[in-house]
């Protein structure tokens, strides 16, 4: 199966669809068919503060794969604000709102309920530094998805300022091309899958549009036998994962499957229980 740092990703196709709910914010849309994305050299100082500072936003960047993320950070521009300049400010609206990640310096955060004729009280809040706890490493992230008014004024309280900037297009247009692969790598896969030899490439895209991405490590298991609360099957997208105790075969027997296989199907239209254990 691989060394122990492995992962096996499998994609998931959902019996049951989850509402959401509604969110206040207007979506912004925009076209990424022509997007170019930049790519500004960076010495490996500022790609650490801006990968740490992706990682200290989970909700928004857990979701890009390595290539894509690297992408983004390719195409970061710098800003070393002045001392006492406000970077962001309470209530203002941008055209292409920026994601800021924190190299050096510190920056102080102001907030308030109360009127834009009153932007800000008089003491901040919190400041954000790399000196303090990951989460405090970057701001801004709300702006890349929702087209809303900022909630905080952010202003630079140190002299040695120095900030990286990721912009709303740049961030949307690359988390669609994205979603596009993985709708690819999806279709693909489902035209492998037996139980869905009848689908057109129409409804093989549409299927593959509702799947979603999962990531294990070695040792992880994805299912287990004798689970009755199954509701979706699996497609190897890359690694190998071992199906083991297998109902009507003898003790020790496994079977290996690999990118392109898939298992999990009969939960789409049985209620019976899972008939052997998968372990990445």
């Known amino acids: 199966r691989g060394p ?45 503060a801006i990968i740490h500072a992706f990682l200290a936003k989970p909700l928004m ?36 709102p920026l994601f800021y990640a924190i190299e050096s310096g510190a920056f102080d955060v102001y907030v308030s309920s109360s009127t834009p004729s009153d932007p800000h009280p008089a003491a901040p809040v919190a400041r954000l530094s790399l000196d303090l706890p990951p989460h405090n490493n970057a701001f801004g992230e709300v702006a890349l998805v929702f087209d809303r008014p900022r909630t905080a004024t952010v202003r630079a309280a140190s002299s040695n300022c120095k900030l990286w900037t990721l912009d709303r297009v740049t961030f949307r247009s690359l988390r669609c091309r994205q979603k596009r692969r993985r709708v690819r790598d999806a279709t693909a ?24 991405r999962r990531e294990y490590a070695r040792g992880d298991v994805i299912i287990a036998k004798g689970d009755v609360d199954g509701r979706e099957f699996y497609m190897v997208q890359e690694g190998m994962v071992e199906v083991s105790d297998i109902t009507g075969t003898a003790p020790g027997f496994t079977v290996t499957l690999r990118e392109g296989d898939s298992f999990g199907e009969s939960a789409l239209v049985t209620s019976e229980p899972r008939n052997a254990t998968i372990t990445c």
């Open 61 to 96: 960047f857990s979701q890009f794969e390595p290539d894509f993320i690297m992408q983004m950070v390719d195409a970061m521009t710098p800003l070393s604000p002045r001392l006492h300049e406000d970077i962001v400010t309470l209530h203002a609206s941008d055209a292409n």
């Open 189 to 212: 896969s489902l035209a492998r899958v037996k139980l869905l030899s009848d689908l057109d490439e129409a409804q093989r895209t549409r299927v593959a549009e509702a799947c979603s």
């Open 4 to 48: 122990s740092r492995t992962r096996t990703s499998c994609w998931r196709r959902p019996t049951l669809t989850r509402r959401r709910r509604p969110h206040h914010a207007r979506a912004i849309s925009f076209d990424a068919t022509s997007f170019a994305p930049r790519r500004l050299p960076k010495p490996i100082a500022a790609k650490t």
